[in-house]
């Protein structure tokens, strides 16, 4: 009786474009970059190609969850930390950037950095506590957050109550709001994936992956884990602004369950690890959440059932799968 | 006066929520993100048997503990067990359940303020110049009742002192021959089971509404969390400091302010002394 | 090899709930001195080195280092300080390169301060340090050793991992927990010149070690534990004749049947 198993080898080319081989002839470098072109082209010509302004609506939203995703998946998957409550940065990036442009009168291409900025302070001390801890306790901390955040802006009827704020100013125009957000969204791809091959991202992966080492390397656990999060709540907060800029209001809903949760399915839809999949994840999730809203908080129940599906039955995700196939081949070889 | 004896209501009320989260935490080391949902759910269930089929009220809140029980047991069976140790994707995998039962709720029409259950007894009592209502002294005597009862099933029945074996050393339960699967399944069931006792009893306070799923789990964690994840006795004597400070907030501050106090415990409680009152979990374990 | 101490390790106590682990231990370090530290297992070794480096909190005692209490700072600081360590469970980054692997250590404030091993002052490259160190403790440069997965080499060169961990911090004491424990005979032989090199280099060195002939080899004094208090200490050869020593080992009874044959 033959006994089989089954064998994944790199491919050839895969091998041949290793460093500076790449640049041996054409077809190894299309090898490389054809991947990174398709989808930087692709997202930045789908404007043109969807019909009508409605869907180019969805695309900005798609870009602002992508956004969220992309930091859940580095904070997760390269820090260790798992960020169940993604409204957080949503809302306090939100209510920032409605805030300084309602009182302070100032344009939206200065309000958004500034948002980015102090919401970034804002929440990295807000997290603060738990970042000594083990990881548990990051996830029930970020899942409260939006929760409570929501519940004393409503109790307290402070910052705009349950109106929110009203009559913020949109971006100067419709191109200009779309093309923003894409290239944010294309800009933080690229840059959080450099960041975590750089030296200080090694850090950040070393803490994940087994922080006592790092301790006696002498490197302050608590200072590295609070430089992610403020990196990601940065994002974060930048992308909750930019949609109180999209949508021209602030408001609870900015708290509200579906930014927690829907980056954290495309997450595990498109691929952990990756960077690109929960932004691919986005691309297929938001637009059927937006399809949904017809039928009320359906959609939540939705992805959040999607999102058990995967986690349980631990699939691997589009991305990861992707990239599998690409750069290795199968084969079944005799034992 | 008033503050002593609201502050005790509202202990026990924090302590019959909690206690569900803590048994489930303290065995099978998973934090069900899901209790708030379950919590609702059974109100829903009670009011269906209730009001929609006509059944006796007696009848229905037990029915509806026992089958929130099994149907909190089913969840973790069939799904829940299948990430089980990985904590990350438990906690993941047990909100995202909460909250498409949650969400699933408010859609499913279940909305508005008119679900209501009734009272357990009308009117009320003098208690040192405060009027108390029965249900509210009820509810005290329940939850007395309830930490007796767990004391007491812990420590003298076959599968009480089971769970509390797992709780202390799981692997050496293994090697007992206790299955700590089954186990786990048992006390989710058990945890089911008190998140609906915690619902009959204190719904008839208020109205059945879905946020109120929500707010138990953030009360429910933040007093496991002060009290010491995986300790009953500090989830007690948490529910009481929590409990107090509310109705203190109340009284002084205004009642917009009793999540704040919550959140806030949770904060305290990791600057100062992150494994909580009693929580076993020292050192070595509570930092990374 | 100056005589000085630069460690001073005071009745340290540490309790576990009922078991008492290290049980009021004090001793000395002298600059440039080899300490071998054995013991049975159990006899709180890996403890009392998790006290004095930051990794648990003592129940009670000091340990003093050039002068100043380091009892209680966190294991970064103390990392920071000069004092680097390895594990006994070894702890790579299993998926990163071997040479990436020192570019953690290479990124602490200590290393940017002290330019790591060789570095005289100031850091460059982080790679180029890192196979530098790698070369130094006997990862061939030209092979493709230093550019593989962590995960894939064998125990032999985690272990010169471990220590090369230690060496990007440019440490003053280097404690070792089990170096060569799980390490073949002729991989012992090439880590003994190793550790000796780094002797004459100027490091202080204290060793836990179950591997005793190796250890007597390069240990200049040997202190002997057991249930997390000193036995004895001295040289190699003072402990192994020590009556108290052979009862540790062999319990009295089996004490007096080495006698026979000492």
């Known amino acids: 009786m033959e006994e089989r198993r089954k064998e994944r080898l790199d491919r050839g080319i895969k091998i041949r474009t290793d460093k500076i081989y790449a640049l041996m002839s054409w077809r190894e470098l299309s090898y490389l970059t054809m991947p990174r072109l398709v989808l930087i082209v692709g997202i930045l010509m789908l404007p043109f190609v969807v019909p009508g302004m409605y869907w180019q609506r969805v695309i900005s939203i798609v870009c602002v969850y992508a956004l969220l995703a992309l930091i859940f998946d580095f904070l997760a998957h390269f820090v260790g930390l798992v960020s169940l409550g993604g409204a957080f940065f949503i809302g306090v990036g939100g209510y920032l950037a409605a805030i300084l442009n309602t009182s302070a009168g100032l344009p939206p291409i200065v309000t958004i950095p500034l948002a980015a900025l102090i919401g970034a302070a804002i929440c990295t001390v807000l997290l603060l506590p738990c970042l000594p801890l083990r990881g548990v306790y990051f996830a029930i901390v970020t899942l409260m957050y939006p929760l409570v955040a929501a519940r004393i802006i409503e109790a307290l009827d402070i910052l705009g109550g349950t109106d929110g704020i009203m009559g913020v100013e949109s971006f100067s125009s419709t191109w200009t709001e779309q093309y923003f957000i894409i290239l944010m969204t294309l800009l933080f791809l690229f840059g959080i994936r450099r960041l975590v091959n750089m030296d200080i991202g090694l850090v950040f992966r070393a803490v994940k992956d087994n922080d006592q080492a790092v301790r006696a390397s002498g490197i302050n656990i608590t200072l590295y884990k609070a430089i992610a999060v403020f990196i990601a709540s940065g994002v974060g907060c930048l992308s909750g602004a930019c949609l109180v800029h999209i949508y021209m209001w602030s408001g609870i809903s900015l708290f509200s369950l579906d930014f927690s949760i829907l980056p954290i399915a495309a997450t595990v839809i498109g691929g952990a690890g990756t960077l690109v999949g929960p932004v691919l994840g986005c691309f297929i999730l938001v637009p059927i959440s937006e399809l949904l809203r017809a039928f009320g908080t359906l959609r939540i129940v939705f992805y959040s059932l999607i999102l058990v599906a995967f986690i349980v039955f631990r699939s691997e995700g589009i991305m990861v799968y992707g990239q599998r196939k690409y750069h290795q081949f199968e084969r079944w070889v005799k034992i | ?288 | 090899m100056s005589s000085q101490s630069i460690l001073q390790v005071k009745d340290i106590t540490k309790v576990f709930g009922g078991i008492i682990a290290v049980n009021h231990l004090s001793f000395d370090i002298n600059e440039g001195e080899i300490l071998g530290i054995i013991g049975p297992n159990g006899s709180g070794k890996t403890t009392l080195i998790n006290c004095i480096t930051g990794f648990i909190k003592m129940t009670s005692g000091k340990v003093i280092y050039h002068g100043k209490n380091i009892e209680g700072k966190p294991a970064h600081k103390i990392a920071d300080m000069g004092i680097a360590r390895t594990f006994q469970i070894m702890r790579p980054y299993y998926t990163l390169p071997c040479y990436k692997n020192l570019v953690i250590p290479l990124f602490s404030p200590r290393a940017k301060r002290t330019g790591g091993w060789r570095g005289g002052g100031k850091l460059g490259d982080r790679d180029t340090v890192g196979i530098d160190i790698l070369e130094e403790i006997g990862f061939e440069r030209d092979s493709f050793v230093p550019y593989k997965l962590a995960s894939t080499l064998p125990t032999g060169y985690l272990k010169r991992l471990e220590l090369a961990r230690c060496l990007a911090l440019k440490p003053e004491l280097i404690i070792c927990d089990e170096i060569f424990s799980g390490l073949s005979m002729s991989e012992i032989a090439s880590m003994v010149p190793l550790i000796e090199r780094l002797q004459m280099d100027g490091i202080t060195m204290i060793m836990i070690e179950h591997r005793l002939r190796e250890l007597f080899q390069v240990a200049n004094r040997v202190m002997v534990l057991n249930f997390g208090e000193k036995v004895i200490e001295g040289t190699s050869e003072q402990v192994m004749a020590d009556e108290k020593v052979k009862v540790v080992y062999f319990g009295s009874e089996g004490a007096e049947e080495v006698m026979k044959y000492a």
């Open chain 2, 1 to 288: 006066m008033g503050i002593l004896i609201y502050g005790t209501i509202n202990s026990v009320a924090l302590a019959l929520m909690a206690l569900g989260f803590a048994l489930v935490y303290g065995i099978s080391r998973l934090p069900n993100f899901g209790h708030g949902a379950l919590y609702v759910v059974t109100g829903f269930i009670t009011w269906s048997f209730f009001r929609g089929l006509g059944v006796n009220y007696l009848i229905s809140i037990p029915i509806s503990i026992i089958i929130i029980g099994i149907i909190g047991a089913l969840i973790y069976q069939f799904i829940l067990i299948r990430v089980r140790g990985m904590a990350t994707s438990e906690i993941i995998a047990s909100y995202a359940i909460g909250v498409a039962i949650l969400e699933g709720l408010r859609w499913g029409g279940f909305k508005g303020m008119t679900y209501t259950l009734p009272v357990f007894l009308e009117g009320s009592i003098d208690i040192g110049g405060i009027p108390v209502d029965f249900h509210r002294m009820i509810v005290v005597g329940a939850g007395a009742g309830v930490v007796i009862f767990l004391w007491f099933f812990t420590h003298h029945t076959r599968i009480g002192l089971a769970l509390r074996g797992m709780a202390q050393d799981e692997r050496a339960s293994l090697m007992l021959g206790i299955d700590s699967d089954f186990m786990a399944v048992v006390a989710m069931g058990f945890g089911s089971a008190l998140a609906g006792l915690a619902a009959v009893l204190l719904l008839p306070l208020g109205n059945i509404v879905v946020e109120s799923g929500y707010n138990v789990l953030i009360l429910a964690i933040a007093v496991c969390i002060v009290g010491g994840l995986g300790s009953w006795m500090g989830a007690v004597i948490a529910a009481f400091l929590i409990g107090f400070a509310q109705i203190l907030t109340v009284v002084y501050l205004g009642s917009h302010f009793q999540m704040v106090v919550a959140l806030l415990a949770i904060i305290l409680t990791l600057i100062l002394r992150p494994s909580g009152l009693f929580g076993r979990q020292k050192e070595l374990e509570e930092r990374v």
